[in-house]
T-cell receptor, first 118, second 117 residues
Framework: AQKITQTQPGMFVQEKEAVTLDCTYD???????LFWYKQPSSGEMIFLIY??????QNATEGRYSLNFQKARKSANLVISASQLGDSAMYFCAMRESGMNTGFQKLVFGTGTRLLVSP | DTAVSQTPKYLVTQMGNDKSIKCEQN?????MYWYKQDSKKFLKIMFSYNNKELIINETVPNRFSPKSPDKAHLNLHINSLELGDSAVYFC????????????????FGPGTRLTVT
């Protein structure tokens, strides 16, 4: 069963508008974490934001915020005031922890391609 | 200074050859990973090492053999390359979570694009 689901293969937004990229997850582990990474056309993976399952507040990093709804198992990324440079693939990922917190692996969604137009 | 570096960035080779990709991190992290990104951009973990010990080994053909000479290096050796091995291979590293939530972040290398002809 897919553990991370990104239902939007592509999204379009106009510059300066806000956009929400959807992510739902599935886990029975009480301790987990959710990440968003950006992959521009140059190919590198850029960390954007992290939300731990026990974090009381939604994570924010500059123009990025994570709308974490634990009961719905969703962790949507909100980008405010989109810029042309935000055009990229965006991946949601979940940290699955083992018995040792150092033993973690990321399970990725299929990604959403965001295109920001002038 | 580059945090996670990989060499080479591009690798073009013929079927049946053996090749290696090298990865080094200068972040002092304990854990390193190899991920494969296929042509559809899907990223999947292959291996993880913690302090030079293999801790995650996903369902990967045994033609792929990771080697960690020390905790700053994790190399990937691939024997008898096949067309289906063509992909982008990412190395990553992380600290454990004991230093705060940001320490869960995995830092990725720039990727190695492997093309098997």
């Amino acid at each position: 069963a897919q553990k991370i689901t990104q239902t939007q293969p592509g999204m379009f937004v106009q510059e300066k508008e806000a956009v929400t990229l959807d992510c739902t997850y599935d886990t029975s582990d009480p301790s987990y974490g959710l990440f968003w990474y950006k992959q521009p056309s140059s190919g590198e993976m850029i960390f954007l934001i992290y939300q731990g399952s026990y974090d009381q507040q939604n994570a924010t990093e500059g123009r990025y915020s994570l709308n974490f709804q634990k009961a719905r198992k969703s962790a949507n990324l909100v980008i405010s005031a989109s810029q042309l440079g935000d055009s990229a693939m965006y991946f949601c990922a979940m940290r699955e922890s083992g018995m040792n917190t150092g033993f973690q692996k990321l399970v990725f969604g299929t990604g959403t391609r965001l295109l920001v137009s002038p | 200074d580059t945090a996670v570096s990989q060499t080479p960035k591009y690798l073009v080779t013929q079927m049946g050859n053996d090749k290696s990709i090298k990865c080094e991190q200068n972040l002092g992290h304990d854990t390193m990973y190899w991920y494969k990104q296929d042509s559809k951009k899907f990223l999947k973990i292959m291996f993880s090492y913690n302090n030079k010990e293999l801790i995650i080994n996903e369902t990967v053909p045994n033609r792929f053999s990771p080697k960690s000479p020390d905790k700053a290096h994790l190399n990937l050796h691939i024997n008898s390359l096949e067309l289906g091995d063509s992909a982008v291979y990412f190395c990553a590293s992380s600290q454990d979570g004991s230093a705060g939530k940001r320490s869960y972040e995995q830092y990725f290398g720039p990727g190695t694009r492997l093309t098997v002809t």
